[in-house]
């Protein structure tokens, strides 16, 4: 083979989690009563959305070997600023201004202390976690922010053409991810952050101006997830999202995106996403006690990972 | 010779066009390196100018300082008659110079449109997205003009190194590069796709490219080059049209330094048992068929091109890769396992790249000396810190490894100095086999003259050593005998009577011994 | 002598020279004194010295400083080697809860000790074969553990809590000898123990290796996978050894007492120096870590700061400790 | 003749349809499905209200009950995804608590919409339509054990307050029950209040750190159970024997430790009866029996005199009498 004369595509390797997503759909919707129904469906997608808009940025993020544990407690923290704004008699469009702006200033510290100084992102997500979460506590000492009026549920409760606008908006960030991931200079740039980041340097790309992008783009995301989030609740939570962010890496990685070489596709994650959903609301349904859906997550996150490995490991050696 | 030199100097000042690119006098030297010295040559459009040079002969600095990534000390560059400074990769791109390396830069989950035009990518006026219908178009007519068909959704990762090759040069040629480095495009290639190399070379000639190709073969060299230079030492040593020249020529320019310029060897022990004895090797890293054997007392040369499998031959003794079919035996043993059994056999191996697979970087001195022979200086598990002190600290006395404390971080040293830490390695775990991997690559030539009194030092004490080596002179001068790889197997055996370095390139080359004493 | 070889042997002045003599963990470990000091005299200013900087009150730090260090302190050593485990706080959990089942039906402290310990090292075992055997990436894997683990512990629990366990087995947690707590004198065996393993064993000479430069170690002879499966395993058994601490000093267990100690664990590490990239950092730092984690909540406590400054508290201290080693060692070394 | 055909044709549908009809009423009470929430799977006190739940299910003969816990205690997101599915489920009655009063109520405006009859328990939510609240004054309880504790060390001291959950009613209130307490007692100053989460390790630690501030400490107030033993055990390893601890709650730990006179008193609030009363006032809903709008369980203060009724394993426990509670 590797005559340089020719070359056709090879297809690749579809992810582990596309089949089993299939398989346990379908299981659900014979064996689960009340499964298909339309309600339930729309259930599935509105408790779905969240973790979708998360989990969207949070692919890049991962992709460029990279990873933000700040995402939930940002998100806590976006959505007490925002209701916050929202007591105090500002419009909605304002509020979702606030929360955006405050998402993307601590997507921007995280950004530059990741690309700049090259400091590793765990370590840095954990203390921007630590900072958000407290932020978050102290100005609401703790309490629930109430009284925001009817703007945010009612936005919250929209649901043009049956379609939960939680889910519309969801999806719509799917769209623009898909967009900036496969259709701008961006997007290749989050490719070779993590796959080759001198071939960057050396085509005289400012990396560090994409590197930082990556983390703002989370930010961004997070504050407008914060406005779902509010109208869900109707208030702001100081601490409600803490744990949203593992449930998001979760989601990636079951999605078949690796931390290494750039190797990452956005709809695995979409999948994982379904995955997720799927069977949290369907053991809710079965009546199943929640430490059985605890213990089959982790299952469910160990076969994929193996399986993925596994047929990576054939596939190079072939 | 310098005859030769100056009639070829006469004949290209005179008659040829204005070169497009051109070097006088260029200098650039390092630490205890002088890597440039003086050179000058002259890149014309519409022909391939072979740079011939043993390693270290200043090939790879003269394509950086091309490139930009280097900046030189002395000396100047002309372009199009006017006079360039090259203080970046990018000034080097705006003038048209594109540099092949031999490892790729191409980002695997991209796919080779991506690839191409990363960066660069051509965007819709409105919204500025990147417009991939123009951008594949684009990129397949690039490679349609090197009568390549690929499907350019293709990514990266999926491609063969000839066809990432043949990517770059596209990249290149999408940049309209008027002068194309390539640095060994044939090293780690087959010949049928170094043919269709060949073919994409004499169409960008045709298209009136500029091609500086670096390459270890004479058969390349005379295929191909219509101009050659033959660096040695950072110096010029002649510069003159392919006709002008023969192999044997060429050769002794590359090599002709007064001999025991590298180094002289003294002595000459008996060989004693048999140290390493590998029967019908195979593995799946492309090693076929090897057999060789290794005597005590005795330092047996394994030469060849670059990937010709030879560090893959280590590395399979030392059991780093598994052998798929033959067996390696060790002072008589055989032996089956990774690297953890085979190094208490009494192995060592000396990795090719040292800073990634010989180092810790980032640990000191004392550490990376030790972390071979715990086992050894410490057979109940109890590491005492202050015989690890004296340990070391012998160590870096007896191998006069350069550095002020034996905390020092391995990073800090010399390349030298940290090839005698990676010697010194084996040597407190008391090895009597030791594989050296290109031992004198990138260190300078006193530490060079000192690794192979080392060297020498321990076959005197009675160890077998197998030195693998691209630098013929090295071969030569130190072995008792070498064999020489092609294609993944043994071409042939030279005994020290019959070690010349034409011989060993023939073989290399050729595989053909027979050819040998037409050669000499 | 080359000029490289010249500007080589030069001895190196500055932060850079007072690192070398001190030494990594050392140099590392001095700036947390530094921090640590720097905390204490800020307190004992704020609380006019007379209750922070009591006897009683630093043997008071120290104790809730040993159980976040106990669970630290096999993780330090997984992270020195280069990987990571994510699943050691539902570990303690898990191991914990099956300890006080255990207790409370036997009646005997011995069995109990001995269910968790070989729960929690069992599970690191696992552990460390999914990395080594089925060659899964540590942090991935650890993860499906952290909830498969903890959803047994929800299991077995079913929402009830257990407790009341014998007098002696609460010496563990709450006794004093000589007038210093017990869980005290457990960190301190644990540290002398790691610092023994990691300084004066080879096995944490090659730990270090591993985590350094895994591909260098293998090439070197070093059983680098038989060393991952220790450290894993390592890691779980401590996190047993804390689960019992925990049980012995509050006395009950219910299935949600490992979770949030797992972040505070991993900070107390980071603080302490350790890389997660591997090969740096050390036992010692782990513990320095986990004082400055208890002191600034301590010292809170004491001004009577409300407790919901502690999560920013603690993040600013996590990238202060972070940074520092940034300006100390420079860019190319490994840091955080 | 035809209409006689018609009569005797009426006459076997009725002997035929009758006894079904009439078998169809208790067939139909025996398979209520009902779905009961709980802020987590954690505290044993909800373990408590499960217990008394289940046992109404069993001897009312109802078909069945559901748990439903987050999986991460307190965790709202998962509360509101729960209760979502669960109106999908559609049961015919849910016993619900909250994690957040607020947050969950447009998640149970969903449920009314949807007409499922929602029973609240254990803490008022904030809104929504309930057919019944079954609780306890968590203020009273507050203001009562407070009372009593302040009492028992003679009305003068230094006392010091474990709050939960910042922003949780049932910690709100509690401690403004104990502020009211205090306030009325003007011998007793208060030397700090510091959340304990509800949780024991950090009620521990905050106590540890209070020892250190303050030299004597003459009672503590904590707000739950869980915290005033984690308080117990602080002030036992430092031998602060002076201190005493009141909870609130009668978790079974609580009344051995009041047995064992480790603890001082705890305010009654028994999850076992809140889950009796609350199951039983919704199945008596559903078979169309009265049932109040609200329900407040009184509280007694539990301390060594009268702890006999709580002091039984779970399944030795006794619903309280229908008619005593739904006064």
Not at chain 3, 87 to 93: E, K, R
């Amino acid at each position: 083979m590797n005559a340089p004369g020719a070359v056709t595509r090879r297809p690749r390797l579809l992810p582990s989690i596309v089949p089993i997503t299939a398989v346990l759909a379908i299981a659900a919707a014979l064996a689960v009563p009340g499964f298909t129904s339309g309600p339930n469906l729309s259930n599935v997608g509105q408790q779905a959305a969240m973790l979708l808009m998360l989990s969207m940025p949070m692919t890049l993020v991962i992709m460029s070997e990279g990873l933000d544990l700040s995402a939930g407690a940002l998100l806590s923290l976006c959505g007490v600023v925002l209701a916050k704004v929202l007591v105090a008699g500002a419009g909605l469009p304002l509020a979702l201004l606030a929360s955006m702006g405050i998402g993307l200033v601590l997507g921007l510290l995280n950004g530059v202390l990741v690309s700049v100084l090259t400091l590793p992102p765990f370590v840095v997500t954990l203390g921007t976690l630590g900072i958000a979460q407290g932020a978050a506590l102290v100005v609401t000492d703790g309490n629930a922010v109430t009284g925001i009026g009817p703007q945010a549920a009612s936005f919250y409760a929209l649901a043009p053409l049956g379609v939960p606008v939680s889910l519309l908006i969801a999806l719509a960030t799917w769209g623009l991810t898909h967009v900036l991931l496969y259709h701008t200079r961006f997007g290749n740039s989050v490719f070779a952050i993590g796959g080759h980041r001198d071939a960057l340097v050396l085509a005289g790309v400012r990396v560090h101006l994409y590197h930082i992008a990556i983390y703002a783009l989370m930010g961004l995301v997070v504050g407008v997830t914060a406005l779902l989030l509010t109208g869900r609740m109707n208030s702001g939570h100081p601490t409600v999202a803490i744990g949203m962010e593992f449930d998001a890496i979760a989601a990636v990685v079951l999605g078949g995106t690796a931390f290494e070489r750039g190797d990452g596709r956005l709809y695995g994650t979409v999948f994982g996403v379904a995955t997720i959903g799927i069977v949290r609301n369907a053991l809710n349904l079965m009546g199943i006690e929640s430490s059985m859906q605890v213990v089959s997550i982790g299952v469910l996150v160990i076969v994929v990972i193996f399986l993925d490995s596994s047929r990576k490991q054939k596939g190079r050696a072939a | 010779m310098t005859s030769t030199v100056t009639t070829a100097e006469r004949s290209a000042a005179g008659k040829d066009p204005a070169p497009l690119l051109e070097l006088r006098e260029v200098c650039k030297s390092f630490p205890g390196v002088r890597a440039l010295d003086g050179v000058s040559m002259q890149i014309h459009a519409h022909e391939v100018h072979m740079l011939l040079g043993e390693n270290g002969a200043g090939k790879s600095s003269l394509i950086k300082v091309l490139y930009g990534a280097y900046a030189a000390d002395s000396g100047e560059i002309w372009c199009d008659g006017r006079r360039v400074h090259i203080s970046a990769p990018a000034a080097a791109r705006a003038l048209g110079i594109a540099v092949i390396f031999q490892e790729f830069s191409l980002v695997p989950y991209l796919d080779i449109a991506q690839n191409i035009y990363l960066g660069r990518e051509p965007r819709h006026r409105i919204a500025g997205l990147v417009d991939r219908r123009r951008m594949h178009a684009a990129a397949r007519e690039v490679l349609g003009s090197l009568e390549l068909d690929y499907d350019t959704r293709t990514l990266a990762v999926d491609l063969g190194v000839a066809q990432q090759q043949m990517v770059e040069i596209a990249k290149a040629l999408s940049q309209d590069a008027r002068i194309v480095v390539m640095d060994e495009p044939t090293a780690s290639i087959s010949d049928r796709e170094a043919e269709a190399l060949f073919r994409v070379i004499r169409r960008l000639r045709e298209a009136g490219v500029a091609i500086v190709y670096i390459s270890h073969r004479m058969k390349e060299v005379f295929d191909l080059g219509d101009r050659i230079t033959v660096l040695r030492d950072g110096r010029r040593v002649a510069s003159l049209r392919a006709g002008e020249a023969t192999p044997e020529a060429l050769i002794g320019m590359m090599v002709g330094r007064p001999v025991g310029a590298v180094y002289e060897r003294q002595r000459f022990p008996v060989p004693g048992e048999l140290a390493l004895e590998v029967r019908g090797l195979a593995t799946d890293t492309g090693v076929k068929g090897v057999d060789l054997n290794v005597r005590a007392g005795e330092i047996v040369g394994l030469s060849g091109l670059v990937g010709a499998g030879r560090t893959e031959v280590a590395r399979a003794v030392f059991g780093a890769d598994p052998i798929v079919a033959g067996e390696v035996r060790i002072f008589g043993e055989p032996v089956k396992g990774g690297p953890e059994t085979v190094a208490r056999r009494g192995v060592g191996l000396l990795p090719e790249n040292r800073k990634q697979e010989g180092l810790a970087l980032l640990r000191s001195v004392q550490d990376n000396l030790l972390s071979a022979s715990l086992w050894k200086l410490f057979p109940r598990g109890w590491f005492k810190a202050s015989a690890a002190r004296t340990h070391a600290q012998t160590m870096i006395d007896a191998l006069s490894i350069a550095t002020p404390d034996a905390r020092r971080r391995v990073r800090m040293l010399s390349g030298g100095s940290q090839q005698k830490t990676v010697l010194g390695k084996w040597l407190s775990a008391g090895c009597r086999l030791f594989i050296f991997d290109e031992p004198t690559r990138g260190i300078d030539v006193g530490a060079k003259a000192e690794v192979f009194a080392l060297i020498e030092e321990l076959v005197a004490k009675g160890a077998a050593v197998l030195l693998i080596s691209s630098e013929l002179a090295e071969i030569v001068h130190v072995c008792d005998r070498a064999y020489v790889m092609r294609d993944g197997s043994i071409s042939g055996e030279l005994a020290r009577a019959e070690l010349s370095e034409q011989k060993i390139l023939w073989l290399a080359m050729h595989g053909a011994v027979s050819h040998a004493g037409a050669a000499a | 002598m080359s000029r490289a070889a010249q500007r080589d042997i030069q001895p190196r002045s500055g932060l850079a020279g007072l690192r070398e003599r001190l030494g990594d963990e050392g140099f590392a470990f001095g700036l947390r004194i530094i921090l640590i000091l720097g905390i204490g005299v800020f307190l004992s200013a704020s609380t006019q010295g007379q209750s922070f900087l009591s006897t009683a009150n630093i043997l008071n730090v120290l104790r809730q400083a040993s159980l976040i260090f106990l669970l630290a302190s096999g993780l330090t050593l997984v992270i020195l080697a280069g990987g990571f485990d994510l699943s050691v706080a539902s570990n303690l959990t898990l191991s914990a809860c099956l300890a006080a089942g255990v207790m409370k039906a036997t009646g005997s402290p011995l069995l109990g000790a001995a269910v968790a310990l070989g729960c929690s090292t069992f599970a690191g075992l696992c552990n460390g074969m999914a990395v080594t055997l089925l060659r899964l990436p540590p942090f991935l894997a650890t993860y499906g553990t952290l909830w498969i683990l903890q959803g047994l512990a929800f299991h077995y629990m079913g929402g009830n809590e257990i407790f009341g366990f014998p007098p002696a087995f609460r010496l563990l947690g709450t006794g004093f000898v000589l007038g210093i707590p017990v869980p005290v004198y457990l960190m301190a065996l644990v540290l002398a123990l790691g610092t023994v393993v990691t300084r004066h064993l080879n096995i944490g000479q090659e730990i270090y290796a591993i985590g350094a430069n895994p591909v260098a170690a293998r090439l070197s002879g070093i059983p680098v996978r038989r060393r991952q499966l220790a450290v894993y395993t390592a890691s779980g058994l401590m996190a047993g050894v804390a689960a019992l601490v925990y049980l012995a000093r509050v006395n009950s267990a219910d299935s949600g007492i490992g979770e949030p100690l797992l972040l505070p664990a991993i900070a107390a590490i980071l603080i302490g120096g350790t890389s997660l990239f591997g090969g740096v950092g050390s036992v010692l730092g782990t513990v320095a870590g986990s004082v400055i984690l208890a002191l600034v909540i301590n010292g809170m406590n004491l001004l009577n700061v409300k407790s919901t400054w502690q999560p920013l508290v603690v993040g600013v201290v996590l990238l202060v400790a972070v940074l520092a080693d940034l300006l100390s060692r420079g860019r190319r070394e490994r840091i955080g | 003749m035809r209409t006689w055909n018609t009569l005797r044709l009426a006459g076997i549908v009725a002997a035929v349809v009758a006894p079904v009809l009439i078998g169809a009423q208790p067939a139909h009470a025996a398979n209520e499905r009902l779905a009961a929430f709980y802020k987590n799977q954690v505290d044993p006190h909800f373990g408590l209200v499960r217990g008394g739940v289940e046992a109404v299910v069993k001897q009312m003969g109802a078909g069945a009950v559901t748990h439903y816990a987050p999986t991460r205690p307190n965790n709202l997101a998962e509360q509101l995804s729960q209760i979502e599915d669960v109106s999908v489920k559609r049961p015919d009655a849910i016993l619900f608590m909250a994690v957040d009063p607020r947050g969950v109520v447009p998640a149970i405006e969903k449920v009314n919409a949807a007409g499922i009859p929602v029973l609240n328990y254990n803490d008022r939510v904030a809104g929504g339509k309930y057919t019944t609240y079954v609780g306890a004054d968590d203020f009273k309880l507050g203001l009562d054990t407070g009372r009593y504790a302040l009492r028992a060390i003679g009305g003068e001291g230094l006392v010091v307050i474990i709050e939960g959950v910042k922003g949780s009613t049932t910690s709100d209130q509690r401690v403004a029950g104990f502020n009211k307490a205090i306030e009325e007692f003007p011998k007793i100053k208060l030397l700090a209040s510091q959340p304990g989460n509800f949780q024991r390790l950090p009620a521990l630690q905050v106590m540890e750190n209070l020892m250190q501030a303050h030299p004597r400490i003459d009672m503590v107030l904590a707000a739950a159970d869980a915290m005033a033993l984690g308080a117990v055990e602080a002030l036992e390893a430092a031998g602060r024997k002076t201190a005493k601890v009141v909870g609130i709650n009668g978790v079974p730990e609580a009344i051995a430790a009041i047995k064992a006179g480790r603890l001082l008193a705890t305010g009654e609030f028994d999850g076992y009866k809140i889950g009796c009363v609350a199951a039983t006032a919704a199945l008596r809903g559903l078979r169309g029996q009265p049932v109040p709008a609200t329900i407040i369980l009184q509280g007694t203060v539990i301390d060594r005199s009268n702890l006999g009724p709580w002091d039984v394993p779970m399944d030795k426990r006794v619903c309280p009498k229908w008619e005593e509670v739904a006064r």
